[in-house]
């Protein structure tokens, strides 16, 4: 996923989780990043630091990656994500469209492209930290 | 916890008019032709038009359109590139013309996907092609996309109305506004659809008669809106 894209997404949602419960300021938010999304840190912590509203003043963002596993459902041979060797417009294709690995993609031992993503799809809000206001 | 994507869909499109989606119970009935014909006639009107195509399966607008090799700029999201005055954005960006062999869970993320990133600006119209049926894709364009309308497209025939009226059913108890039914392809005249789109107090939007000389307008966008069929999606436009 584009990472400007995604950073206004995180701040919309935590912003309206700090609001839903009462918080004043946001200090910390943990976002979990699926692999596949192939995001830059650096860029989302660009785009983070450029975004942010005032009520994450201090926040820190913090980044985990989820490493990209697959599973073919023809064969069940199980195997990582790799980029090595990927053609550049390969690999953008599936940073901006995910689901693109299933174009470009095919299992190592059976060549079939039906394969499920089982970890590192997706990015996850994980948790979030803030100061609560007085009643 | 949640899905940050789902926080700027309503962002993406808060500049766009109105969403009006092409859509039809059965394939084959010329759905992506009313869905391209219709955009480029609103464009030729002056309005600021986006088409969308999420016929994942069975991309066919950049074929309609003659338009290969787009690639969307990036700029704080995805700019979708413009095809004959249309902001355009298809799967065939990314997948070009190889297969995109999605299940249900993939083509919802998918759908997702395209609407976070993808930055239409302003617009007067949007227009999606769908994907045909009553799947996961119409589903979760429905619930993606609250103000969508529809225009929903069926031929004469008994077999391919059975199936749309499904979807008319499924609009229906899902309150979702439809436009109206355009019979497509009328080789001779009935009044079986129009009597059956008004039995269910939908509007009835008009005959399109097949048109032999629209395959030879394929790829062709100004030959396209000369021909008959052309001509008559541009006034369907024009009522909108």
Same mark, same amino acid.
């Given at each position: 996923m584009h990472e400007w894209a995604l950073a206004e997404g995180i701040i919309s949602t935590a912003a309206r989780f700090a609001e839903q419960n009462g918080l004043t300021e946001v200090t910390e938010v943990v976002v979990t990043v699926g692999e596949l999304q192939q995001v830059e840190h650096e860029v989302l912590q660009f785009a983070f630091q450029q975004l942010?509203?005032?009520? =994450?003043?201090?926040?820190? =963002?913090i980044l985990r990656t989820q490493p990209a596993r697959f599973r073919c459902r023809n064969c069940s041979h199980e195997w990582s994500f790799k980029t090595?060797?990927?053609?550049?417009?390969?690999?953008?294709?599936? !940073? =901006?469209?995910?689901?693109?690995? !299933?174009v470009y993609i095919k299992c190592g031992q059976c060549g079939s492209p039906d394969f499920e993503v089982t970890e590192g799809r997706g990015v996850w809000l994980a948790t979030i930290k803030g100061v609560k206001g007085h009643e | 916890m949640s899905d940050p994507r789902l926080a700027i869909i309503g962002t993406r499109l808060g500049e766009v008019g109105r969403v009006v989606a092409v859509s039809s119970g059965k394939g084959g009935v010329g759905k992506s032709m009313v869905a391209t014909a219709l955009a480029l006639s609103l464009a030729e009107q002056g309005r600021g038009v986006g088409l969308l195509d999420l016929d994942f399966t069975s991309p066919s607008t950049h074929v309609i359109m003659g338009v290969e090799g787009l690639y969307p700029e990036e700029e704080y999201g995805i700019v979708p590139p413009t095809a004959h005055g249309l902001r355009y954005m298809s799967i065939v960006h990314y997948s070009g013309e190889e297969p995109a062999p999605l299940r249900g869970e993939d083509v919802s993320n998918a759908i997702i996907e395209l609407l976070a990133i993808t930055l239409w600006g302003k617009l007067d119209y949007l227009v999606i092609d769908m994907p045909p049926g009553i799947?996961?894709?119409?589903?979760?364009?429905?619930?993606?996309i609250p103000r969508i309308e529809f225009i929903v497209v069926t031929t004469p025939s008994r077999v391919a109305y059975r199936s749309v009226k499904r979807l008319l059913l499924l609009l229906r108890d899902l309150r979702i506004p439809v436009?109206?039914?355009?019979?497509n392809m009328v080789m001779s005249r009935s009044r079986y659809v129009e009597d059956e789109v008004r039995g269910l107090g939908l509007r009835y939007l008009g005959a399109v008669a097949y048109?032999?000389?629209l395959e030879a307008a394929i790829g062709d966008p100004a030959g396209l809106m000369r021909t008959r069929f052309g001509r008559d999606v541009a006034k369907l436009g024009s009522a909108l």
């Open positions: 942010k509203t005032p009520l =994450f003043k201090n926040a820190q =963002f090595e060797g990927m053609p550049e417009d390969v690999s953008e294709a599936i !940073h =901006f469209v995910p689901e693109m690995a !299933h | 799947g996961d894709a119409t589903l979760d364009t429905l619930r993606l436009i109206g039914v355009l019979e048109d032999e000389e």
